[in-house]
């Protein structure tokens, strides 16, 4: 079974504002993902929220694996989306 993905409306107008083939990057390796995400996702230090690597790019999310849901909740780049965490 997979995993279901849900985008939060700032990760899709995150997603929006960044140029087209590094947000189709984004959302293929999501995609890529929804098998078994945490053979590809890292845990965040002191929260319960993971963080997936896109290049120069991160996608912070929350996993559920008793709803098998993947909740997408802010992208970024790897300068600047650390900080609200």
């Known amino acids: 079974m997979t995993y279901e993905v849900s985008w939060t409306e700032l990760s899709l107008k995150q997603l929006e504002k960044l140029e087209k083939s590094i947000s189709k990057r984004i959302i293929d390796k999501v995609e890529k993902i929804k098998i078994d995400p945490f053979l590809f996702v890292e845990?965040?230090?002191?929260?319960?929220?993971?963080?997936?690597?896109?290049?120069?790019?991160?996608?912070?999310?929350?996993?559920?694996?008793?709803?098998?849901?993947?909740?997408?909740?802010?992208?970024?780049?790897?300068?600047?989306v650390y900080r609200k965490y």
């Open 43 to 80: 845990k965040l230090k002191g929260i319960d929220l993971f963080k997936l690597r896109v290049g120069d790019y991160r996608v912070i999310m929350s996993i559920e694996k008793g709803r098998m849901i993947i909740f997408v909740l802010q992208l970024g780049h790897r300068s600047v």
